[in-house]
Nanobody, 123 residues
Framework: QLQLVESGGGLVQAGGSLTLSCAASGGNFSKRPLAWLRQAPGKGREIAAAISYIGGGAYYADSVEGRFTISRYNAKNTGYLQMSSVKPEDTAVYYC????????????????WGQGTQVTVSS
């Protein structure tokens, strides 16, 4: 059973940068597409970015395109989300998730989830 643990969240000023990490254990991390999904207060969960299992393809939501970068280091069973030029609307709980199959850019169908890490952007 793949287990995911996020870290790196916190409080950051608008325009600043933050990097989230997702540490995986107990499963075939290197064979699983990976995504960062987020949920803001009072809103539904949305996919911010996703990456294929070998890291050759990535998807970004329009709202984060050009500001966020998703990456993974399979040899260390770790995924990352580099956030730059952050905005108050980026405030949310960010979840790392992995899936067995299906289109990695879809927010539905992710099988394994971390507990989430809070990111708060102050204006």
């Amino acid at each position: 059973q793949l287990q995911l643990v996020e870290s790196g969240g916190g409080l950051v000023q608008a325009g600043g940068s933050l990097t989230l990490s997702c540490a995986a254990s107990g499963g075939n991390f290197s064979k699983r597409p990976l995504a960062w999904l987020r949920q803001a207060p009072g809103k539904g969960r949305e996919i911010a970015a996703a990456i294929s299992y070998i890291g050759g393809g990535a998807y970004y939501a329009d709202s984060v395109e050009g500001r966020f970068t998703i990456s993974r280091y399979n040899a260390k069973n770790t995924g990352y989300l580099q956030m730059s030029s952050v905005k108050p609307e980026d405030t949310a709980v960010y979840y790392c998730a992995a899936r067995v199959s299906g289109r990695f850019s879809s927010p539905f169908g992710y099988d394994y989830w971390g507990q989430g890490t809070q990111v708060t952007v102050s204006s």
